[in-house]
């Protein structure tokens, strides 16, 4: 079956600029995750969704950042007035049944994200 | 807070080697650990996920193995092949409040010689 999308696979903007991210889950799966990665840093947790609760916003970096899931489904992460250490891979995962041990994440592409 | 931290950075061996990759971890209160793969410009591949109770997974060329006590894991590839250049990622999901969440190292770049 399809994985986890996400689009664009690149993305060039000027400083100061809005932009969004957008994912697809795998269909069914109920959590979904968004990390990022810099250059020479590991991947780093930034939002959690799991069906209609209260997402775990405790990764994001500053409030420029947020995120949305509409319909249980598809997720939207919008970067407000990009910085230049906004730039990075973003990677979104989903997962089955989110908090359970033996969950397991399967991961997007990533959209790679430059800002000038 | 968990910190996972990867040794060697990067690894360049020539092709047919056996080959050990390491990852630590400062918390062994873990539900799993999980090695992925990471090719350029592609998403992650789960390659070996251990659950805490046990010691080692294993997968084709592919051998994961676990000292929770000690919060260490290696990958081992045998027969190393031009294929297998890629990132290594190693992942803990720790076992406390927030278990959904993983915690990568910075991962180790691979370099297979033909």
């Known amino acids: 079956g399809a994985g986890v999308s996400q689009s664009p696979s690149n993305k060039v903007t000027e400083k100061g600029k809005d932009v969004e991210l957008r994912c697809d889950p795998i269909?069914?799966?109920?959590?979904l995750y968004w990390y990022r990665q810099s250059l020479g840093q590991g991947l780093e947790f930034l939002i959690y969704f799991q069906g209609n609760s209260a997402p775990d916003k405790s990764g994001l970096p500053s409030d420029r950042f947020s995120a949305e899931r509409t319909g249980g489904s598809v997720s939207t992460l919008t970067i407000q007035r990009t910085q230049q250490e906004d730039s990075a891979v973003y990677l979104c995962?989903?997962?089955?049944?989110?908090?359970?041990?033996?969950?397991?994440?399967?991961f997007g592409p990533g959209t790679r994200l430059t800002v000038l | 807070k968990q910190e996972v931290t990867q040794i060697p950075a990067a690894l360049s061996v020539p092709e047919g080697e056996n080959l050990v990759l390491n990852c630590s971890f400062t918390d062994s209160a873990i539900y799993n650990l999980q090695w992925f793969r990471q090719d350029p410009g592609k998403g992650l591949t789960s390659l070996l996920l251990?659950?805490?109770?046990?010691r080692e997974q294993t997968s084709g060329r592919l051998n994961a193995s676990l000292d929770k006590s000690s919060g260490r894991s290696t990958l081992y590839i045998a027969a190393s092949q031009p294929g297998d250049s890629a990132t290594y990622l190693c992942a803990v999901r720790s076992s406390g409040g927030s278990n959904y969440k993983l915690t990568f190292g910075k991962g180790t770049l691979l370099t297979v010689n033909p």
């Open positions: 251990i659950q805490s109770s046990q």
């Open positions: 269909s069914g799966h109920t959590a």
């Open positions: 995962a989903s997962s089955p049944r989110g908090g359970r041990g033996t969950d397991t994440q399967y």
